[in-house]
């Protein structure tokens, strides 16, 4: 039973498309977060969702546009792709709201490559 | 804002080694953590550890938290133990910044 699941786990796509990449968690955490890891492996949190409510919103560009169905869903849609959002995309969940002291669960990736 | 240096930025073991990995920031942090990403991607919570020391199996981390600097040591390398690892600081509330990593190969 995957605890932190993402779909898909690849998604090549045209520049200018808009796309969807989707999250799970069964573990019944609170705190869900999105990363991105670039070709270079430099990691950075984009946004973390506590129930339903935005706790993080780092200086993302505004095509992208996370949402939480429920607790246990954070979805991260992109509008306009550009090349540079080519990157793993990494959904994370945690127990608790502090990002700081929690342990932190992550899915397995998902690969967008951007032409 | 906030830097976050790990060095050395590459290292290669043969197995049985230890070694030390380094994280420095550049200004005082709330929290620290430890990550672990294997060679297929998969990212791993090793340690929360704001200063101090502790330790989990062969893995253990120190923090001094006053001078600016975190050290994770692996004892008894093992090829498993290969990959990434990343430290992470939490300098304000919800503010987190990744350290650089360190790219660690282990030989068998």
């Known amino acids: 039973d995957t605890a932190v699941s993402q779909t898909p786990k690849y998604l090549v796509t045209q520049m200018g498309n808009d796309k969807s990449i989707k999250c799970e968690q069964n573990?019944?955490?609170?705190?869900m977060y999105w990363y991105k890891q670039d070709s270079k492996k430099f990691l950075k949190i984009m946004f973390s969702y506590n129930n339903k409510e935005l706790i993080i919103n780092e200086t993302v560009p505004n095509r992208f546009s996370p949402k939480s169905p429920d607790k246990a869903h954070l979805n991260l849609h992109i509008n306009s792709l550009e090349l540079g959002d080519s990157a793993v995309y990494f959904c994370a969940s945690s127990q608790f709201r502090d990002i700081g002291t929690d342990t932190q669960y992550f899915g397995p990736g998902t690969r967008l490559t951007v032409l | 804002g906030i830097q976050v240096e790990q060095s050395p930025p590459d290292l290669i073991l043969q197995e049985g080694a230890n070694s030390t990995l380094r994280c420095n920031f550049s200004d005082s942090v709330n929290n620290l953590q430890w990550f672990h990403q294997n060679p297929w991607g998969q990212l791993i919570n090793l340690f929360y550890?704001?200063?101090g020391t502790k330790q989990n199996g062969r893995l253990s981390a120190t923090t001094v938290a006053t001078e600016r600097y975190s050290l994770l040591y692996i004892s008894s390398s093992q090829t498993t133990d290969s990959g990434v690892y990343f430290c992470?600081?939490?300098?304000?509330?919800?503010?987190?910044?990744f350290g650089t990593g360190t790219r660690l190969k282990v030989l068998a």
């Open positions: 550890i704001p200063s």
């Open positions: 573990l019944g955490h609170d705190t």
């Open positions: 992470a600081v939490e300098p304000g509330t919800y503010k987190y910044i």
